[in-house]
Nanobody, 122 residues
Framework: EVQLVESGGALVQTGGSLRLSCAGS????????IGWFRQPPGKERKEVLC????????YYADSVKGRFTICRDRAKNTAYLQMNNLIPGDTAIYYC???????????????WGQGTQVTVSS
């Protein structure tokens, strides 16, 4: 069974940093692209970042370029979302997702985590 478990969400002040983790199990982590999505209160869920299985392709939403980075630790079957210079507009539930296809991860991945709450206070 494919499982993705996010952790690291918290309440932080504007300008602060957080690192979210996404631990994968039940599948060959190295063969899957990983994406991070977020859903602000009352809004739809949208993709924030994505990294291909090889790490050679990445996608960053314009709203997070220069502030967020994504990386993966193959030895730990874990992907990370490093968030710096956080602003209240980053407040959302953050989800990680996985799919063997990088394109599918961008458009509609098959596997999702349960989400972790990030709240940025002004």
């Amino acid at each position: 069974e494919v499982q993705l478990v996010e952790s690291g969400g918290a309440l932080v002040q504007t300008g602060g940093s957080l690192r979210l983790s996404c631990a994968g199990s039940g599948f060959t982590f190295d063969d899957y692209a990983i994406g991070w999505f977020r859903q602000p209160p009352g809004k739809e869920r949208k993709e924030v970042l994505c990294i291909s299985s090889s790490g050679g392709n990445t996608y960053y939403a314009d709203s997070v370029k220069g502030r967020f980075t994504i990386c993966r630790d193959r030895a730990k079957n874990t992907a990370y979302l490093q968030m710096n210079n956080l602003i209240p507009g980053d407040t959302a539930i953050y989800y990680c997702a996985a799919d063997p296809s990088y394109i599918a991860t961008l458009r509609g991945p098959n596997y999702w985590g349960q989400g972790t709450q990030v709240t940025v206070s002004s």
